[in-house]
């Protein structure tokens, strides 16, 4: 079905209603991170965010019955797209490997979903709907802190992963040296 937007307000119930979208996909997606993670620390971090991804739920639910749009959800292809690129990306990845495209594909999907929450706050502060702003405020800073504490474990993560990736090519191991081939009867 098109759809014509006509009001500032109708793009902007219609993005809560993206946003909340969004956010069922994220939900989700944590749930399934939370599995697929080798390393405590992510698990703890994405059980941790799926309950912070609950409350701006519950906060998108409130904004959307401010503008008398209740359970309005309307299509995240964006969020589709980068789970559906995560989920293969993560079979395509040995196990011991997983959590460095785990934590890749979380940091993606978060900086897109704090992109989301800045422009619906910037629509909400032009528009005037005083009673969204705190609701969203709330939600953009759970966003941008998981963020900061991606971006803090994937760094950890990542040298982690380096340090031990050369460990097993090699370095810190005795070189076996196998002489070259020389036929009987030749020494």
Request: charge should be negative; include cysteine; hydrophobic fraction near 40%.
């Given at each position: 079905?098109?759809?014509?937007?006509?009001t500032?307000?109708e793009?902007?119930?219609?993005?809560?209603?993206?946003?909340?979208?969004?956010?069922?996909?994220?939900?989700?997606?944590?749930?399934?991170?939370?599995?697929?993670?080798?390393?405590?620390?992510?698990?703890?971090?994405?059980?941790?965010?799926?309950?912070?991804?609950?409350?701006?739920?519950?906060n998108?639910?409130?904004?959307?019955?401010?503008?008398?749009?209740?359970?309005?959800?309307?299509?995240?292809?964006?969020?589709?797209?980068?789970?559906?690129?995560?989920?293969?990306?993560?079979?395509?990845?040995?196990?011991?490997?997983?959590?460095?495209?785990?934590?890749?594909?979380?940091?993606?999907?978060?900086?897109?979903?704090?992109?989301?929450?800045?422009?619906?706050?910037?629509?909400?502060?032009?528009?005037?709907?005083?009673?969204?702003?705190?609701?969203?405020?709330?939600?953009?800073?759970?966003?941008?802190?998981?963020?900061?504490?991606?971006?803090?474990?994937?760094?950890?993560?990542?040298?982690?992963?380096?340090?031990?990736?050369?460990?097993?090519?090699?370095?810190?191991?005795?070189?076996?040296?196998?002489?070259?081939?020389?036929?009987?009867?030749?020494?």
């Amino acid at each position: 079905m098109f759809e014509r937007f006509t009001t500032l307000d109708e793009i902007f119930c219609y993005k809560l209603g993206t946003a909340l979208t969004m956010e069922h996909d994220s939900l989700d997606l944590m749930e399934e991170l939370s599995k697929s993670a080798m390393r405590s620390v992510l698990t703890e971090f994405f059980d941790e965010h799926a309950q912070e991804t609950r409350l701006n739920i519950e906060n998108l639910e409130q904004c959307l019955a401010l503008m008398g749009k209740e359970n309005s959800q309307h299509p995240s292809p964006t969020t589709k797209g980068l789970a559906k690129e995560l989920k293969s990306f993560m079979a395509k990845t040995d196990n011991t490997l997983v959590d460095a495209v785990v934590v890749a594909g979380a940091l993606e999907s978060q900086h897109h979903e704090v992109a989301v929450y800045e422009s619906l706050l910037l629509q909400a502060k032009s528009l005037d709907v005083t009673e969204a702003v705190p609701l969203l405020s709330e939600n953009y800073s759970r966003e941008q802190l998981a963020l900061e504490k991606l971006r803090a474990a994937a760094d950890t993560l990542a040298q982690a992963d380096a340090r031990d990736q050369d460990g097993a090519n090699g370095a810190g191991h005795a070189v076996i040296e196998v002489p070259p081939y020389l036929p009987p009867g030749s020494v």
